[in-house]
């Protein structure tokens, strides 16, 4: 018995030593075992090298774990190298699944700078670059201290210059903060994030202006950085407006440059704000500019500023009226979340002296200073009798220093403005320029040559007008054709006693017009026709005057803006027409005959073009003289004058239509032949 419970203690005492020997040689056995099967799995990666090419086999190994990634040219391959794996001595499992190589269409490969330090990529990686040779390719172009982790899956149809826009995206994501991204869709690049910088948004911005050959932008937004101290500044002096500060993004600037550019009057206009954000959540951006650009308006040579969300104004006013404006505008007009800060402001000799009238559609603006109300009076009458149909908005202003002769120098100018479809009158001290648009090429010809001469003693002018090109026949058996038709069944009869136009003529004139400028070789011949026997002039109507309305606008942005006045209408001749034409078809407004013609004064009315068809509006009827100034004998004469007068104001050359001597009868209407 001893013996026996002796053995059995001995067996027990034995165990634990026993499982402490196998234990130690595991212990010491295992890493050397790992070793091995890591060096074998790596013998088996690198076998999948083909043609120089980087291994399309990725592992690692997790204890006798091994961990497979890439993608395979071919499942052949693909199941070769997993056999070879599954034969090493010591595995235990094989982890992951091996992809094969695929056509990827359309092809994306993704950049994300996931960290500061670190930029993933994802999607697809050309099969032909491998992860490694890829990490080398960029690395000269990622931020300093920076990691690639590339997660993309190997595939066919990459475009053939990929490592070159490769470089170029991962280049631009440095200049974004943490969680941009950049996407290559085939051959399209999109950016998507926030700038860390301002000079880095600026270089963005230049560098995108620039993709790769071959590759063009998609999707780009881009946030600028934000910025604690968002500040705007416009200055306005003498020699233009710069343009300081901050810009809440490039849309808005393209806005604050239009705004700059109409109140720098023709100067230069230097742009130096930066895209920012940081403004207030409380204040609007887009009133924000208004009420600077309205205030800048009232300033000749100083600054309006917005910082620390205070707006402030200093220098001089372009008027004694304008001090009071800008004072009442600040105190009582800002924006909301914009608090009023400190004005510095004076009055000066206003230099340069301006004047603007600008004709757009069915309106004409006028801007600027006159001396007095006098001078504004004599203005808005130059222009009610030749823009009797358009919205006149008055926004000149009083101050002294106007150059002389201003009146009829803006008379000079105004009237070329209304023989044009659109333009304007820009006058700057003594020079005059004269800038639009005009249907017809003669007319813009002769306006560039006569505006010199009509302007006062000692003023500058000059005239830029665009007209479109016209084709021109030659042929004079088809243009004789043409006459014909235009010509035939016409019957115009001026109504008894009258010289006016009217408006049932302007097709048949227009036609002509038409026809002659594409005719060059047509001489036309225009007959007045006398009234009938006992026939009575018509009764004489009231002048028509158009009053000048008053501007609308309220937005803060133009504390200049006036109510026109309507007080000058009283300044207009008193003399009233015996005759007054009815009034033209609303839907064929027509341009102003001009003055030329001794019988007649012509308003007129916007050019438009309504029709391909047509190469000129209809223009508007020209005012009656009075009748009584008509003797019955000369009436042919006029008639026949007046209608050669609007065909020469709508391009024809003054060659080309005379007024004949011959008299029609009252029934025949006006005649229209051709000389031979």
């Known amino acids: 018995m001893p013996f026996a419970h002796l053995r059995r203690f001995g067996w027990s005492a034995g165990l634990p030593a026993l499982a402490a020997v196998v234990g130690l040689a595991g212990a010491l056995g295992l890493p050397s075992l790992e070793r091995r099967l890591k060096a074998s799995a790596r013998a088996v990666a690198t076998a999948t090298e083909e043609g120089g090419a980087e291994p399309w086999l990725r592992i690692t190994t997790r204890g006798r774990d091994v961990v497979v990634k890439g993608e395979a040219p071919n499942p052949e391959l693909r199941a070769d190298a997993l056999a070879r794996l599954q034969r090493l001595p010591g595995l235990r499992h094989v982890v992951g699944p091996l992809g094969l190589v695929e056509e990827a269409s359309p092809f994306v490969w993704t950049a994300t700078r996931a960290a500061p330090d670190r930029i993933d990529l994802s999607g697809n990686r050309p099969a032909e670059i491998g992860p490694m040779a890829l990490a080398t390719r960029l690395a000269p172009d990622m931020p300093p201290q920076t990691t690639l982790k590339d997660e993309a ?114 100067l230069p206009v230097d742009d130096r704000m930066q895209t920012a954000r940081g403004l207030g959540a409380a204040i609007d951006p887009a009133a924000l500019m208004d009420a600077v650009f309205g205030l800048a308006d009232l300033v000749q040579d100083g600054t309006v500023t917005f910082a ?288 030329s013609a001794p019988s007649q004064s012509a308003p007129s009315k916007p050019a438009k073009e309504t029709s391909k068809k047509s190469s000129s509006p209809n223009p508007a009827p020209a005012k009656a003289v009075v009748a009584e100034a008509v003797p019955e004998a000369e009436l042919p004469r006029q008639r026949a004058t007046a209608v050669v007068d609007y065909l020469l104001k709508a391009g024809i050359p003054d060659d080309a239509v005379t007024a004949a001597g011959a008299t029609r009868p009252a029934q025949q209407g006006i005649g229209f032949s051709l000389d031979s």
């Open 153 to 266: 899956t190997s595939a066919r149809g990459a475009p053939p210059e990929f490592p070159a826009a490769s470089a170029y995206a991962v280049e631009q994501l440095g200049a974004l903060n943490p969680g941009g991204v950049v996407t290559l869709t085939d051959t399209i690049l999109s950016f998507k994030g926030e700038a860390a910088t301002i000079a880095a948004y600026d270089a963005l911005r230049l560098a995108l202006a620039h993709p790769p050959e071959g590759f063009s932008l998609g999707t780009i937004e881009i946030l600028p950085p934000r910025i604690e101290d968002f500040r705007v500044a416009v200055a306005r002096s003498a020699d233009g407006v710069v343009l300081t500060g901050n810009v809440v993004s490039e849309t808005a600037r393209s806005a604050i440059l239009a705004r700059a550019a109409e109140i720098a009057g023709g």
């Open 308 to 595: 620390g969300s205070r707006l402030s104004v200093s220098g001089a006013a372009i008027d004694a009226q304008a001090v009071g404006e800008i004072e009442a505008f600040v105190k009582n007009k800002r924006p909301t979340g914009v608090e009023a800060g400190a004005l510095a402001l004076e009055t000066k000799p206003l230099a340069p002296y301006r004047v603007l009238v600008r004709r757009e559609r069915e309106i004409v603006t006028l801007s600027g200073h006159v001396p007095d109300e006098a001078t504004r009076a004599r203005v808005l009458a130059s222009l009610r009798p030749r823009f009797f149909q358009e919205r006149i908005v008055d926004k000149l202003r009083i101050a002294q220093g106007a150059p002389a002769d201003l009146a009829a120098a803006v008379d000079a100018g105004v009237g070329g403005l209304s023989l044009l479809a659109s333009g304007r009158v820009a006058i700057t001290d003594r020079a005059l320029t004269l800038v639009g648009d005009s249907l017809y090429r003669e007319s813009a010809a002769r306006l560039a040559a006569d505006l010199p001469r009509k302007v006062p003693a000692g003023w500058r002018a000059e005239a830029a007008i665009k007209a479109p090109e016209g084709p021109v026949l030659t042929d004079p058996d088809s243009c004789r054709t043409l006459f014909a038709q235009a010509a035939q069944g016409s019957a115009l009869r001026f109504a008894p006693g009258s010289v006016a136009l009217r408006p049932e003529f302007y097709p048949v004139l227009d036609a002509l017009a038409t026809l002659a400028k594409t005719c060059p070789t047509l001489k036309i011949s225009v007959a007045g026709h006398g009234d009938p026997p006992g026939a009575k002039p018509v009764a004489a109507a009231p002048a028509e005057t158009t009053v000048a309305e008053a501007a609308t606008d309220k937005a803060p942005a133009d504390p200049s803006t006036k109510p026109a006045v309507d007080a000058a209408a009283s300044a207009a001749p008193a003399t009233v027409p015996a005759l007054k034409p009815t009034t033209p078809k609303p839907t064929s407004p027509k341009p102003a005959p001009s003055q």
